[in-house]
């Protein structure tokens, strides 16, 4: 069994920065895969980041220039870092993990981008 635990979320200001964490514990082998994504009110779910074990990233076209997926495997640990923040940003953001050939998803987080 693999749990994740995220956190990070909260209220911020437009322009604003915030950092989201996602761990991974329990019966883990190696993560071939660590993604945020995210999901607005009304909307579908949506890949934000993703970050493949080697090295590999790729982005949104929305958040390019403004987010940085990276990870620790030592840890187990995937963050995001999220600047330039802008209001359109507001959504319950989420991790997931595939790992010995299973996807996990996190509980989420909320993020809020307003003034």
């Known amino acids: 069994q693999v749990q994740l635990v995220e956190s990070g979320g909260g209220l911020v200001q437009p322009g604003g920065s915030l950092r989201l964490s996602c761990a991974a514990s329990g019966s883990i082998f190696s993560i071939n895969v660590m993604d945020w994504y995210r999901q607005a009110p009304g909307k579908q779910r949506e890949l934000v980041a993703h970050s493949a074990r080697g090295g590999s990233t790729n982005y949104a076209d929305s958040v390019k220039g403004r987010f940085t997926i990276s990870r620790d495997d030592a840890k187990n640990t995937v963050y995001l870092q999220m600047n330039s923040l802008k209001p359109e940003d507001t959504a319950v953001y989420y991790c997931?993990?595939?790992?010995?050939?299973?996807?996990?998803w996190g509980q989420g987080t909320q993020v809020t981008v307003s003034s």
């Open positions: 997931r993990i595939i790992t010995n050939g299973y996807l996990y």
